[in-house]
């Protein structure tokens, strides 16, 4: 089946730390890229973090460069999203991705497969 599963989502205080991992299915392992977006409450979905996984390019959202860190294990079909120094703005559920597209894939309509997200809490 296809299928994209995040985890590692929960509270934590603001200044913390949390690692989020994503699970590729063979179906779902596109070869290419795979990103992250989050949605904050009220707000639409926003572009986070991306890598490709050949190479291990990576392009992050402004809001998050020098904080967070994406990586990937392809022998796994693996991504992770390490977050630290959260902020409370940070506050949403992350969802994973599969994308075709092999680099500047920063929009929604890039990606082929979605996640069903993970909560991130980040209390003041």
């Known amino acids: 089946q296809v299928q994209l599963v995040e985890s590692g989502g929960g509270l934590v205080q603001a200044g913390g730390s949390l690692r989020l991992s994503c699970a590729a299915s063979e179906r779902t392992f596109s070869g290419v890229t795979m990103g992250w977006f989050r949605r904050a409450p009220g707000k639409e979905r926003e572009f986070v973090a991306a890598i490709t996984w050949a190479a291990g390019s990576t392009i992050y959202a402004n809001s998050v460069k020098g904080r967070f860190t994406i990586s990937r294990d392809s022998a796994k079909k693996t991504t992770y999203l390490q977050m630290n120094s959260l902020k409370s703005e940070d506050t949403a559920a992350y969802y994973c991705?599969?994308?075709?597209?092999?680099?500047?894939?920063?929009?929604?309509?890039?990606?082929?497969?979605w996640g069903q997200g993970t909560q991130v809490t980040v209390s003041s």
């Open positions: 991705a599969s994308s075709f597209a092999l680099a500047g894939a920063t929009a929604e309509r890039q990606y082929r497969y």
